[in-house]
């Protein structure tokens, strides 16, 4: 990871192709040390190919995985009766406000005091 890290930077600076030397340098003014085996094998993997089109790529590949979370509480909550799902709503608002409240009364100062 730290050498794609160092190759996109050096992307972002101008460099469309880093070399091995270019990254060991990147890597050596922070104090890492590069690893070869690692550091050749991704060189040959971009080697030739534009780094703006793979991200977009890859991004499109992201988007279609699901993400997890609260995609699993929606069917659980469609088999409540409509007037109490309503219900409960309306009162799940006020609740979330008073948190806000509350979380910024307990820091004790303000962001720019």
Same mark, same amino acid.
């Given at each position: 990871m730290k050498h794609l %890290?160092?190759? &996109? #930077? &050096?992307? #972002?600076g101008g460099? *469309? @192709? $880093? @070399?091995? @030397?270019?990254?060991? @340098?990147v890597l050596g003014s922070v104090g890492i040390e590069a690893d070869d085996e690692r550091l050749e094998k991704l060189l040959s993997e971009l080697k030739g190919k534009d780094i703006s089109e793979l991200i977009a790529e890859g991004s499109?590949? &992201?988007?279609?995985v699901p993400s997890g979370g609260a995609g699993g509480a929606a069917p659980a909550a469609g088999g409540a %009766? $409509?007037?109490a799902g309503g219900a409960a *709503?309306?009162?799940a608002k006020p609740a979330k406000e008073e948190e806000k409240e509350e979380s910024d009364e307990d820091m004790g100062?303000? #962001?720019?005091d």
């Open positions: %890290a160092a190759y &996109l #930077l &050096l992307g #972002l460099n *469309a @192709s $880093p @070399s091995a @030397s270019d990254i060991k @340098s499109t590949k &992201l988007a279609s %009766a $409509p007037a *709503a309306e009162e100062f303000g #962001l720019f």
